[in-house]
């Protein structure tokens, strides 16, 4: 009862932190579409600031054992390289 218990604390704080991580990339689509450019002070401003506590957040969760720490560097690594990859698209436009 008390490992079905941590389990599922566990998959809960990984789904939490990957729902995050799609909320930062929604919020960094919808400010490419429509506000500014990656190049933009702003842009980089609430990217930094979304990615800082995004990180800061998974640091939390592995620090109580949630989440092992390669699963949360695989969280911010696929953000990373899906924000990349939005952004050269975005430089193509």
């Known amino acids: 009862m ?11 704080a990984y789904a939490l932190l ?3 991580a799609e909320k930062i990339l929604k919020l960094i689509k919808v ?13 980089e401003e609430v990217l930094d600031t979304q990615m800082f506590g995004l990180s800061r957040e998974i640091d939390f969760a592995v ?12 969280i911010l690594d696929a953000l990373e390289s899906e924000l990349s990859a939005l952004h050269d698209a ?3 436009k």
């Open 63 to 74: 620090r109580l054992g949630l989440i092992d720490s390669k699963d949360g560097k695989a």
């Open 31 to 43: 400010q490419m579409d429509n506000l500014t450019m990656p190049q933009c002070p702003l842009y």
């Open 2 to 12: 008390a490992s079905e218990m941590i389990v599922n604390h566990q998959e809960k």
């Open 90 to 92: 975005s430089l193509r």
């Open 18 to 20: 990957q729902a995050d």
